[in-house]
């Protein structure tokens, strides 16, 4: 099999969980508008207000941010500084992104997961709740978005980096 080739096949199965997770933040989005909704509507028209579910929506919010930073990345929607790289040739720029996702993207996610995992397994281990009486019971479900993030944000990198190493290796 050519080198090309086991790249692209690396690429589509390390990308495989990062789609099918971008696909299920569209729900979350939705849920999330109409949870605020729901917030705002209850608390101006009826003066009623719940923990939960202010709580919740934030958390919504949170796992469309920390799980969609993957699929961004995946979709090339990710913010970038393209300053010098308007004069390199496709190739080079094929280089540097490539140098970028693996020595930045990378080493920032496994930093993150390597610090997020005793903050969420100690969050686990306490039953952690929100501080509210009618909040979030399970509050450690929430920051273990966090390595998840980083999980996601590994495999997108390494994903990525094996596609354009393809590309560079065909041209």
Known sequence: MPYAKLLDRAATLLAWPVAQTGRALGALVVLGVFGMFAV????????????????????????????????????????RVDVLSKRFSPRTKLLVEVIGLLLV?????????????SYVATSFAIGERSNEPSGLSYL??????????????????LASACKLLAQWHAR
């Open 40 to 79: 705002v509507l209850l608390r101006y028209a009826f003066g009623f207000s719940e923990a939960w579910l202010r709580e919740l929506v934030l958390a919504l919010n949170a796992a469309v941010f920390l799980l969609g930073a993957s699929y961004a990345l995946a979709r090339d929607e990710h913010v």
């Open 105 to 117: 993207v990378l080493p920032f996610a496994l930093f993150v997961l390597a610090v997020s995992y």
């Open 140 to 157: 450690w479900m929430v920051k273990a978005l966090i390595p998840t993030f980083a999980v996601l944000l590994i495999l997108q990198a």
